[in-house]
């Protein structure tokens, strides 16, 4: 295929596959630790209890390492892509953990690790098939382009003031999803929303509609699910369950 045609686009493959899978897997795991099934345990070492990120933190800096001192080509370079994915995974999975500096892994905002790992998947298939604009394009036509990406840029900006960053990143990439989240509504708690919606106003209003609707919609539910969060559950930050945390 043209989109794995470069040893690049093969590497963000394969960390893309491992990334996912990992993920998977350690979500997996830790949902049957918490519900006590299964062979796994917490991983305790000397009486500490040693968190998954650690050893995604380590697996990151290999790779890296071996990047660059050893700059391998080849399948090796396409093994350190999957370590890196790895790591990623591992990482992100307790993301909130090293946000809010607080044992949050099954609380509410411990969510934010679930959306912030499918965030950067989506963005890892993006990158996978994006392509070069400027590729095989004259002096005059470059200026063409240019101009272009400009225009883009500065809706994925405008999306950005409108609180959805996730668009704007994949905006960059894709045009059309910038646009698109440029024209709709701004979240109620963005910079664009607090300099130009009257608090009491239809758009405000419209908006903080539209995010009580999407809080209780299918997609919400099934990142509340996979973050071992109940439905209706009003866990908050330092609350733990009783049992096992995690692996």
Not at 70 to 87: D, K, Q, T
Not at 174 to 196: C, E, H, T, Y
Request: glycine fraction near 10%.
């Amino acid at each position: 295929m043209d989109v794995l045609s470069n040893s690049g686009r093969t590497a963000t493959l394969w960390m893309l596959i491992a990334f996912v899978a990992t993920f998977a897997i350690t979500r997996g795991v830790t949902l049957m630790i918490r519900a006590g099934k299964g062979p796994f345990r917490d991983n305790v070492r000397g009486g500490v209890h040693v968190h998954h990120l650690v050893y995604g933190i380590f697996a990151m800096m290999l790779a890296a390492l071996a990047e660059f001192a050893v700059r391998p080509a080849g399948p090796w370079y396409e093994v350190l892509a999957g370590l890196f994915g790895i790591g990623c995974a591992l990482t992100l999975d307790e993301y909130a953990l090293w946000l809010h500096l607080g044992d949050v892994y099954w609380s509410r905002e411990g969510r934010k690790s679930v959306d912030l790992v499918v965030h950067a998947a989506a963005i890892g298939a993006v990158l996978l098939v994006a392509a070069n604009p400027f590729a095989g394009q004259a002096g005059d036509e470059r200026g063409v382009y240019a101009a272009t990406i400009a225009v883009n840029l500065a809706f994925a900006l405008l999306c950005a003031l409108k609180g959805k960053a996730f668009t704007a990143l994949c905006g960059i990439l894709v045009p059309v999803l910038a646009l698109i989240g440029a024209i709709r509504l701004a979240k109620p708690d963005s910079p664009w929303s607090r300099w130009f919606y009257r608090a009491e106003g239809r758009k405000a209003t419209r908006a903080r509609q539209r995010q009580i609707k999407q809080s209780a919609g299918r997609l919400a539910r099934w990142r509340d699910s996979l973050a071992g969060l109940k439905p209706g559950a009003a866990e908050t930050e330092g609350t733990r369950p009783s049992g096992r945390k995690r692996g």
